[in-house]
C-alpha cells in the first residue's frame, strides 16, 4: 500500500480531485437555485435529459463530445472541464507539497475545491453560501491537529486548536474591520458579509498569517482586475465587483506556501 501511494499518489490524487470537482460542478450549479446536489443525478442542463455515468467521466467525457450534450447536441459551458481539471491538478500539486503528510493533503485539496466553488458562486450570484465559508472554518478547526502549519514542537495537543481558532477569529474580525471601515468612509459596502465568513475559514486552516497573507493577495488582484476593467470601460468606479474570487486565490496558494508578509502574526 505504501508503494502504492508513493508511486501513484500524485496520479490517483489528480483522478479523485477531477471527480470531486465534477460534484462541485452541481454544487455550483444548483446551491444558488436553492436546488438539491444530491438529487436528481446530473441532467443536461439544456434539454434535462439525465447524463448517463459514461458521459459524465471528468473532462474525458467533455473532449470526446466535443463540448456538446449528447441528446440535444447544444454546448456545454468549458467551465465544468476546467473546475474538474483544476481540482485535478489541484489535489495532484497538494499531494506533493505535502509529502508524509497525506491526511492533511486530503483534508487540504477538499478545502481547496470549496473555496474555488467559493469563487465561481460569487462571481455569478455576489453571494457566498454560509455552508461553504462556515463549513471551511469548522473544516478547518477539525484537521488542525493534524496541521502542519500547527505542528506544535512543545507535543501539546491543545495548542493546534488554539492556533486554528486564533486564526478564524482573527479572519473574521479583520473582516469585520475592513468592512465596517469601508463603509464609514465610502458609505457603502466595502466587504461583504459572506467575506468576512470567509476570511474565517482561511484563518482556521493557515492561522493568522494566512489570513493577512490572503487580504494582501486579494487586494492585489482585485486592485489589478478593477483597474484593468476600468480602463477597458467595462467597469464603473462606483460599479459592484465580487471580492471572493480573490480571496480564494490567495488562500489557495496559502496551502501551499505563507509569504512572509504575515510575519508580525506568526
Not at 79 to 107: D, Q
Not at 217 to 231: A, K, N, P, Q
Amino acid at each position: 500500500m505504501e508503494l502504492l501511494l508513493t508511486s501513484w499518489g500524485a496520479p490517483l490524487a489528480c483522478l479523485f480531485g477531477s471527480m470531486y470537482g465534477s460534484f462541485l460542478n452541481v454544487v455550483i450549479y444548483r446551491w444558488p437555485r436553492e436546488q438539491s446536489v444530491v438529487t436528481p443525478r446530473s441532467r443536461c442542463p439544456h434539454c434535462r435529459v439525465p447524463i448517463a455515468w459514461y458521459d459524465n467521466l471528468p473532462v474525458l467525457s467533455w473532449l470526446i463530445l466535443l463540448g456538446r450534450g449528447r441528446c440535444c447536441r447544444q454546448p456545454i459551458s468549458v467551465r465544468y472541464p476546467l473546475v474538474e481539471a483544476a481540482c485535478g491538478a489541484l489535489a495532484a500539486g497538494l499531494w506533493l507539497r505535502w509529502t508524509g503528510s497525506a491526511a492533511f493533503a486530503g483534508a487540504s485539496a477538499l478545502a481547496c475545491g470549496s473555496l474555488l466553488a467559493v469563487a465561481l458562486i460569487d462571481w455569478d450570484t455576489f453571494l457566498i453560501p454560509d455552508e461553504l465559508s462556515l463549513g471551511l472554518a469548522l473544516g478547518g478547526l477539525c484537521c488542525s491537529w493534524f496541521n502542519p502549519y500547527f505542528k506544535s514542537e512543545a507535543g501539546a495537543w491543545w495548542l493546534p486548536v488554539w492556533w486554528s481558532l486564533r486564526g478564524a477569529a482573527l479572519g473574521f474580525s479583520l473582516g469585520w474591520a475592513v468592512a465596517a471601515a469601508g463603509e464609514a468612509a465610502f458609505k457603502k459596502e466595502a466587504l461583504g458579509g459572506g467575506d468576512v465568513k470567509l476570511l474565517a475559514g482561511v484563518g482556521a486552516w493557515t492561522g493568522a498569517t494566512g489570513v493577512f497573507d490572503c487580504m494582501m493577495i486579494g487586494s492585489l488582484l482585485g486592485s489589478i482586475y478593477g483597474v484593468g476593467m476600468m480602463r477597458a470601460g467595462k467597469l464603473g468606479r462606483g460599479d459592484p465587483m465580487p471580492f471572493g474570487p480573490f480571496l480564494s486565490v490567495g488562500a489557495i496558494f496559502n496551502f501551499f506556501h505563507l509569504l512572509p508578509m504575515g510575519w508580525p502574526l506568526v
